[in-house]
């Protein structure tokens, strides 16, 4: 009987059985920012420990770094503060940290592919849940809580259960239009936002076969909005060659090893999985959230759900009380709702190949009068690449605003924020009530290109219809 | 030191109504621009507890008769979203000393744990009486037995469930492994020298 990725995975890295009956899993990379670590780093002082291996630990600052403003101090001291504390563990411990100044910074599941710290066959651990992002490499990436960020510096490991694995083949073609986000919206929206508790899912078929790496960050980085704490594609020639001389991956004959290695992680053909879940590409069409959660979606010629299409009790309380809070009368169509705030960003949709689809039909076009537009590249690294192809002249051009790196509006810590009930087009990754820093905000969530066509039109819109896309002849 | 042995935790209830309470909803991200937990009780659930003026909205956890409750009662797959341990640590300085729900988020579920607040939950039709009980008489005292994995309220007992290594480590004051973690050092650098990355390799 063959093993799982995750099997393999896992016990490569388990260290013993807990007298709780968890698993010691030893954790090779640890990535920190600034909002989950300094109470970890606090507990560690109060108990005199050490960090065990600084040199596996990498820290950038991402949640709360203004994206107008690159001058220090920041005009919010409170998040002064927090970059500060961050510096100073890090200095003190010896942590590598991407810095502002470093042109290295970004948001921290960006960072970590980008500079190829994130690997196939490795566990990796973050003190924020949308770490399952790194899966795309195969690795088994866990979003932890800050006890356990404090178990990690202090042990390199952590207490575990192990997960089961949920296959998930999407197999066909997609769609001209259709995006990763609209796959893991719609995966979310068919197994549900609890579907995948208890669940590691294991991503694949032929649309993830020909996926790039940053469209399997897409996915992966939504799992756990799906419920499943950890997310992985099995690495292949595209994983390696996305590696290949990044700055931390392997060198010379390390590196040669180094994919004989990764390659053996892959799941094997006779594995057996906990669950098996096949959805057909052609069934996914451009994607939008209409509700508070990121499973309430609908595709983009559909209606919004009316309280009695809810088939439980649970489901119409869940209805009813998102269309409360959107605003949104049952049963009228998403396409036309009226948008006040683009943004493109995110650790869901912020890379490089997001932004240049995107300039690639905004070119021409402009933002229409009514919306406040934002481009937030996820790492300074993408910026610097998207200003050298002259993207950021593209999204300028068309009245986007253009900023530095970091989480932004995704969550809000920092000052981009929506003012009263504004709805955000976001590609982000959450649409919370409150989510985007204002009580009363709205958030739709959908792929990049949705929302340029939503920054556009000025109203949700089927970014095929307004930039142009055709269906491939024959279909 | 020894970590105190959660048999069963003693309280009155109070019940926040809702499926997908997520992390969000239980300490907004802004009240997280701190480098402790200290004060992050005062803000729980604080978006739908107060007005943007500050003034209290309609809430149970605004009503002086479910004061100084100290049991959560909520919905299915509560505390899901973020993976920020400032959602399990607000609700334990406002006083709460464990959560009965439908269902949890893995991660909340991990991260309270881990503070030593049990969460535990029960089916559906048995926690509507428990939430009608609590709102008829929020005096009632309930019980969370997690050697029984029962909650007893009155005269009545309803089974709730918690998955076994939580049980466990609650049971036997294991519920903050990190003492257990470091007593492994060696072991741990064994496993890492057959990892050839660990090396940078």
Request: include cysteine; hydrophobic fraction near 40%; charged fraction near 25%.
């Amino acid at each position: 009987m063959g093993k799982s990725l995750f099997e393999k995975v896992w016990d490569a890295h388990a260290v013993c059985e807990l007298p709780n009956g968890q698993t010691q899993l030893l954790i090779g990379t640890h990535l920190i920012h600034e909002v989950t670590s300094p109470q970890a780093f606090g507990m560690l002082a109060e108990k005199g420990i050490p960090v065990r291996h600084p040199e596996r630990t990498f820290a950038t600052v991402d949640h709360i770094v203004p994206t107008n403003e690159m001058q220090e101090p920041y005009s919010d001291p409170l998040a002064q503060a927090m970059i500060e504390e961050l510096r100073r563990n890090c200095d003190e411990h010896g942590i590598r940290f991407f810095d502002t100044t470093t042109g290295m910074q970004g948001i921290v599941h960006i960072v970590g592919p980008e500079q190829g710290i994130t690997q196939p066959g490795t566990t990796i651990a973050c003190g924020d849940s949308h770490t399952s992002t790194h899966g795309a490499f195969g690795a088994i990436a866990f979003g932890i809580g800050t006890s356990q960020v404090r178990d990690v510096l202090a042990t390199q490991t952590m207490a575990l259960n192990k997960l089961k694995v949920r296959r998930i083949n999407v197999d066909g073609q997609l769609s001209p239009g259709v995006y990763a986000k609209d796959v893991i919206l719609h995966i979310i929206r068919t197994l549900g936002v609890n579907g995948g508790t208890g669940f590691a899912y294991e991503y694949g078929g032929e649309v993830f076969d020909s996926f790039s790496m940053e469209e399997r960050m897409t996915v992966c980085n939504m799992s756990i909005e799906g419920g499943a704490r950890a997310g992985y594609v099995n690495p292949d020639e595209t994983t390696f060659a996305y590696l290949k001389d990044r700055p931390y991956a392997p060198k010379g004959r390390d590196w040669e090893a180094a994919v004989a290695r990764w390659r053996s992680f892959a799941s094997d053909a006779d594995c057996l999985y906990d669950d098996v879940v096949t959805i057909r590409a052609e069934e996914i069409a451009p994607t939008v959230t209409w509700g508070i959660n990121p499973g309430q979606g609908v595709f983009i010629d559909q209606t919004i759900p009316r309280v009695e299409d809810g088939k439980t009790v649970s489901e119409r309380a869940g209805i009813d009380e998102a269309l409360q809070h959107m605003q949104f009368e049952g049963g009228e169509p998403i396409r036309g709702t009226r948008i006040n705030v683009a943004f493109l960003g995110s650790c869901t949709n912020g890379r490089l190949s997001d932004l240049k689809e995107v300039a690639t039909y905004l070119k021409g076009r402009t933002v229409h009068p009514k919306v406040q537009a934002i481009c937030v590249p996820g790492s300074q690294a993408v910026a610097r690449i998207a200003e050298e192809l002259g993207l950021d002249t593209v999204f300028r051009e068309a009245g986007f605003e253009w900023r530095g790196a970091g989480c932004s509006m995704c969550l809000a810590m920092n000052p981009d924020k929506l003012v009263g009930d504004q709805i955000c087009a976001s590609s982000s990754n959450r649409n919370f009530k409150g989510r985007q820093g204002s009580v009363t905000g709205r958030t739709l969530l959908m792929s990049p290109l949705m929302v340029a066509a939503a920054a556009v039109t000025g109203e949700v819109s089927d970014a095929r219809e307004v930039f142009g896309i055709l269906e491939p002849a024959g279909v | 030191m020894a970590l105190e042995k959660i048999t069963e935790v003693t309280g009155r209830g109070v019940s926040v109504n809702g499926d997908d309470i997520d992390t969000d909803r239980i300490i907004p991200a802004r009240f997280m621009k701190c480098v402790t937990f200290d004060g992050l009780g005062e803000y729980v659930f604080h978006d739908v507890r107060r007005n943007e003026d500050g003034t209290d909205r309609t809430h149970p956890l605004n009503e002086a008769r479910f004061a100084g409750a100290s049991l959560l009662i909520s919905g299915n797959n509560f505390g899901c979203g973020s993976s920020r341990e400032h959602a399990p640590q607000a609700i334990y300085r406002a006083g709460f000393r464990a959560v009965i729900a439908e269902g949890f988020a893995e991660i909340f579920f991990g991260n309270s744990i881990q503070l030593g607040m049990p969460c535990v939950t029960a089916e559906g039709k048995d926690l509507d009486v428990l939430r009608a009980v609590v709102n008829a008489e929020p005096e009632v005292l309930i019980t969370i037995d997690v050697v029984k994995k029962e909650i007893r309220f009155r005269d009545r007992r309803i089974p709730c469930e918690i998955r076994e290594g939580a049980r466990n480590a609650l049971l036997n004051g294991k519920w903050d492994p990190l003492q257990d973690l470091l007593s492994h050092a060696e072991e741990v650098e064994a496993v890492a020298a057959n990892l050839p990355y660990m090396a940078g390799r």
